[in-house]
């Protein structure tokens, strides 16, 4: 583990207690429907990185096998306690989105939200995601990303000045080049909110 990810799994460790709070608001408003939008695209055996709290678990249909890792053991307990509450079968463990703990090919779909932002080497774990999926599954991914509107980025870029210190959150990053440098091709993509949020569906070739 590299200390910038030593450095997240801290700042996580601080803020589980408050995350649900914090990220509701932003879901009611600019990432209205991306908890669904990704889940939707979930299929057979689910592999959710950066799991965190477990928010997208109502949302996964109950005929996917679901396997979640997150840095936190915080955020995790959280997540098993939900997962118990709304009824969702889900194997929540402990583990690096630079260094996913299973073998190639392990899942027919990996799904990443609200993550990449604070991973601090976004293209390995794009390149470990795009290895642990079968050839033909899917990596589903959503996140906040940097605004094509000047006012919109000025302020995402002042907010950066305390958001990556603090927390090691980009609020500008951009990730579509990323995804295809790491072999995956792009099937769905879509940028909302002043181009401020990202979706992207991605599969790995079948050759």
Same mark, same amino acid.
């Given at each position: 583990?590299?200390?910038?990810?030593?450095?997240?799994?801290?700042?996580?460790?601080?803020?589980?207690?408050?995350?649900?709070?914090?990220?509701?608001?932003?879901?009611?408003?600019?990432?209205?429907?991306?908890?669904?939008?990704?889940?939707?695209?979930?299929?057979?055996?689910?592999?959710?990185?950066?799991?965190?709290?477990?928010?997208?678990?109502?949302?996964?249909?109950?005929?996917?096998?679901?396997?979640?890792?997150?840095?936190?053991?915080?955020?995790?307990?959280?997540?098993?306690?939900?997962?118990?509450?709304?009824?969702?079968?889900?194997?929540?463990?402990?583990?690096?989105?630079e260094?996913?703990?299973?073998?190639?090919?392990?899942?027919?779909?990996?799904?990443?939200?609200?993550?990449?932002?604070?991973?601090?080497?976004?293209?390995?774990?794009?390149?470990?995601?795009?290895? !642990?999926?079968?050839p +033909?599954?899917? %990596? /589903?991914?959503?996140?906040?990303? #940097? *605004?094509?509107?000047?006012?919109v980025?000025?302020?995402?870029?002042?907010?950066?000045?305390?958001?990556?210190?603090?927390?090691?959150?980009?609020?500008?990053?951009?990730h579509?080049a990323? !995804?295809?440098?790491? +072999?995956?091709? %792009? /099937?769905?993509?879509?940028?909302? #909110? *002043?181009?401020?949020?990202?979706?992207?569906?991605?599969?790995?070739?079948a050759?």
């Amino acid at each position: 583990m590299i200390d910038e990810t030593r450095r997240q799994q801290r700042a996580w460790r601080k803020h589980a207690a408050s995350y649900d709070r914090t990220v509701q608001r932003a879901e009611r408003t600019m990432l209205h429907g991306s908890r669904e939008w990704v889940a939707a695209r979930a299929r057979g055996r689910v592999l959710e990185v950066a799991v965190g709290t477990g928010r997208n678990l109502p949302y996964y249909s109950r005929d996917v096998s679901l396997v979640g890792i997150d840095l936190s053991p915080e955020m995790l307990a959280i997540a098993r306690t939900r997962a118990a509450e709304v009824r969702v079968d889900a194997d929540l463990r402990q583990g690096d989105a630079e260094a996913l703990p299973f073998e190639d090919s392990s899942f027919d779909t990996v799904v990443c939200a609200l993550a990449l932002c604070s991973i601090p080497r976004p293209q390995v774990a794009l390149g470990e995601m795009a290895r !642990v999926v079968v050839p +033909g599954g899917s %990596v /589903v991914l959503v996140d906040h990303t #940097r *605004s094509d509107r000047a006012i919109v980025f000025a302020g995402q870029w002042l907010m950066e000045r305390f958001t990556i210190p603090i927390e090691g959150e980009h609020l500008t990053r951009r990730h579509r080049a990323e !995804v295809e440098a790491a +072999g995956l091709e %792009v /099937v769905e993509h879509e940028r909302l #909110r *002043s181009g401020a949020v990202e979706r992207i569906r991605a599969t790995r070739p079948a050759t």
